[in-house]
């Protein structure tokens, strides 16, 4: 069965770049599946950042479009997070899961059904 | 602000039945399958139900999920201490082009 592993430093300084990268195992990155960044700060709510298709195709959270970047290595099989200028309310535990995203007659099928365990990254000098 | 409205909590005995609310609008649960996910604490987000009302395999059926027009509803029968979480829907939002979570319902069974 599909098992995501993020990884990546734990501390950044605030106006640098988060780097995390989400390695997939057991499954094709390939799939017919979207892959998704989550992130939920210390004593909040999840807060979806955006996902993205093997074919490079992406979807941001508005809120976050101006500083993400996610990316995939299809030779790796993982994909990848940036985010870019970050404060102290960037400091989350951040999840990568795989999402199952159909359209039919206009209407979305979505749900997030494998994640990984998360990976905490706090923003201080 | 998230997109959906939870209830922050909800609370009952065990061996009870607990209902959590999730409401949004036409672009969201209107128009699209709703998710709930399961936090017990310390852990990642679990799918509990999908597709508005359907368990993967090894949920028990004491969870169900419905929807009615803009809203749905996470149902939890014969209720256990294990049980205690953090419970958050979910869905797409088709007018933001984002996937989208309601800010969670922390479940106390007394």
């Known amino acids: 069965q599909v098992q995501l592993q993020e990884s990546g430093p734990g501390l950044v300084k605030p106006s640098g770049t988060l780097s995390l990268t989400c390695a997939v195992s057991?499954?094709?990155?390939?799939?017919?599946?979207?892959w998704s960044w989550v992130r939920q700060p210390p004593g909040k709510g999840l807060e979806w950042i955006g996902e993205i298709y093997h074919s490079g195709s992406t979807n941001y959270n508005p809120s976050l479009k101006s500083r993400v970047t996610i990316s995939v290595d299809k030779s790796k099989n993982q994909f990848s997070l940036k985010l870019s200028s970050v404060t102290a309310a960037d400091t989350a535990v951040y999840y990568c899961?795989?999402?199952?995203?159909?359209?039919?007659?206009?209407?979305?099928?979505?749900?997030?059904?494998?994640w990984g365990k998360g990976t905490t990254v706090t923003v201080s000098s | 602000q998230s997109v959906l409205t939870q209830p922050p909590s909800v609370s009952a005995a065990p061996g009870q039945k607990v209902t959590i609310s999730c409401s949004g609008s036409?672009?969201?649960?209107?128009?699209?399958?709703v998710s709930w996910y399961q936090q017990l604490p310390g852990t990642a987000p679990k799918l509990l139900i999908y597709?508005?009302?359907k368990r993967p395999s090894g949920i028990p059926d004491r969870f169900s999920g419905s929807k009615s027009g803009t809203s749905a509803t996470l149902g939890i029968t014969g209720l256990q201490t294990g049980d205690e979480a953090d419970y958050y829907c979910?869905?797409?939002?088709?007018?933001?082009?984002?996937?989208?979570f309601g800010g969670g319902t922390k479940l106390t069974v007394l």
């Open positions: 979910g869905t797409w939002d088709s007018s933001l082009s984002v996937g989208v």
């Open positions: 899961a795989r999402d199952y995203k159909l359209v039919q007659e206009g209407y979305y099928y979505y749900y997030m059904d494998v």
């Open positions: 036409s672009s969201n649960i209107g128009n699209n399958y």
């Open positions: 057991g499954g094709s990155i390939s799939s017919s599946n979207w």
């Open positions: 597709e508005n009302n």
